[in-house]
């Protein structure tokens, strides 16, 4: 069976930073496409990034630059890095998973395309 369990959130101040992680269980980690989505209230939820076994990534524009995906395959562990937080990043996280590769091209971060997902983590970024 699969399980996310997701950490790392909390409040932060605007400029701070947080590291968000994903502990995975129940498959072969390497071979899933993994990743972060998240939702603030009264707002879709949205493709944060994601990471496919090849370690190829994708990313919001509106994270690029100051977010970073990885995996620790030892660990079955996915990591955010969120640097630079700002106000408008305060919302629920999630991490995702799915036993297919990435989808390509503006369909990574179509939520419908995940099986599996975390609990959430709240990120709470104040001005």
């Known amino acids: 069976q699969v399980q996310l369990v997701d950490s790392g959130g909390g409040p932060v101040q605007a400029g701070g930073s947080l590291r968000l992680s994903c502990a995975a269980s129940g498959y072969t980690y390497s071979r899933y496409c993994m990743g972060w989505f998240r939702q603030a209230p009264g707002k879709e939820r949205e493709g944060v990034a994601v990471?496919?076994?090849?370690?190829?990534?994708s990313y919001a524009d509106s994270v690029k630059g100051r977010f970073t995906i990885s995996q620790d395959n030892a660990k079955n562990t996915l990591y955010l890095q969120m640097n630079s937080l700002k106000p408008e990043d305060t919302a629920m996280y999630y991490c995702v998973a799915d036993r297919r590769g990435c989808p390509h091209g503006g369909r990574w971060n179509n939520r419908w395309e995940y099986t599996y997902w975390g609990h959430g983590t709240q990120v709470t970024v104040s001005s």
């Open positions: 990471i496919d076994g090849d370690g190829s990534t």
